[in-house]
């Protein structure tokens, strides 16, 4: 967008917006050892007959998007010429990276990794007018930005084996810990991955 009036010589506003996004759902890699098993058609025994085990992630997703704005404003002096006014400028440049796991690990119990991370990438004052302030921007991108915020977590989410019993099968209930990060396993603290 581009304005100009008596007091203003010029205003120019650009914005640049635009994300990549990759998922991939990889084909169920199941391992049930006894599933087909003639000696397990005991009620009693569904329990040991329904151990799974599936080696393939159910879902990987990788998102970024960047969301750039420049704007630059030239107002004009008393005498209506741009003499001794320097022009102003407004300039922002975000980057926002995520990236899930999800994992059917088996037929009752789920994993969901989730991680976020957003990011500044700077740029120098004024006009982008040389190679060197173009390298600058090129080179912060190309390292994703300056991260000011990470966050990351782990859900687990098992299905007790309450209804593969015959004396309790009316029961169906799930667990799922309240609050469980990755720091907590590998005892970083939180946000120490920036």
Known sequence: MTQTNAQLQGYNFKTNKGNVTYSFQPKELKIAPFEKSEGMKSPYLKLIKDINLNLSPTLLLARMDVDRRFTRSQYRNDQLSTAGVDPLFQKSFFMNRSFNINW????????????????????????????????????NFLRFGRTTNYNHSATVNYTLPFAKLPLTDWIQTDYRPQHLYLADWFHW??????
């Open 104 to 139: 059917d690990l088996s037929s009752s119990l789920r994993v969901d990794l989730a991680a976020s991370a957003a990011a500044v990438v700077d740029e120098p004052e004024g006009d982008l007018d040389s190679q060197a302030k173009i390298d600058s921007v090129r080179a």
């Open 189 to 194: 603290p939180a946000g120490h991955l920036g």
